[in-house]
């Protein structure tokens, strides 16, 4: 079990509405790195949050947007839900980003109808 | 993008034998890692090797890498049904982005 904790564990949303993922890193950690994994997928990169600053970002949409927190936890907010925006969102703590290990939290399953 | 790549999709064992996957990739790399993810859940790390280093163990893990050649491989000896899990690698592309190849799934049966 790592120290990361992610909510909520389940979410349902309709096209065009916004949601909001919560992510408390692992105790230390100054770096959140945020994750969709589409079933039967790797993860996919979205972005990096260090020390309150998005320092990496993946190839996804404006519509993506995050926040971290000065207690290092972080934020992930998604606009205009899609269809295929229906997948798993993984949040990972560490100290160094790629460089070091990564520690997940459970994850969020966002089903968008 | 994908970087890595798994090899096989999927592998089905008998409790006891040893599982052996690979992961090929495309760039060079400062590091490679091996995670495992169990029912769609969080993933755990298992091993980070560097570049420069050609093999690490871990307790019945053994992960090899040959940057020449790119590609590594997660060895599982002595298998149990608790390693029934997806396997995934993911190498470095930059100093803050992970590349992770879609996943070996791993069957034990009893």
């Known amino acids: 079990e790592t120290g990361v904790t992610q909510s909520p564990t389940h979410l349902i949303k309709t096209r065009g509405q916004q949601v909001t993922l919560r992510c408390s890193s692992q105790s230390g950690h100054n770096t959140v790195s945020w994750y969709q994994q589409a079933l039967g997928q790797g993860p996919q990169f979205i972005f990096q949050?260090?020390?309150?600053?998005?320092?990496g970002r993946g190839n996804f949409p404006p519509r993506f947007s995050g926040l971290q927190f000065p207690n290092y936890s972080s934020e992930l907010n998604v606009n205009a839900l899609e269809l295929d925006d229906s997948a798993l969102y993984l949040c990972a703590s560490s100290l160094q980003g790629a460089g070091d290990t990564q520690y997940f939290g459970p994850g969020t399953r966002l089903t968008v109808l | 993008s994908q970087q890595g790549e798994e090899d096989p999709q999927a592998l089905s064992i008998q409790e006891g034998e040893n599982a052996t996957m690979n992961c090929s990739y495309k760039t060079s790399i400062n590091n490679l890692q091996w995670y495992r993810q169990n029912s769609g859940r969080g993933l755990v790390h298992l091993i980070l090797i560097r570049s420069n280093e050609r093999e690490k163990h871990s307790g019945r893990l053994r992960v090899t890498l040959d940057t020449s050649k790119k590609s590594s491989s997660l060895l599982i000896t002595a298998s149990r049904a608790a390693d029934t899990a997806s396997y995934f690698c993911a190498t470095d592309k930059s100093n803050y982005q992970l590349i992770w190849g879609a996943g070996t799934k791993l069957i034990i049966k009893p």
């Open positions: 949050y260090y020390r309150e600053e998005e320092n």
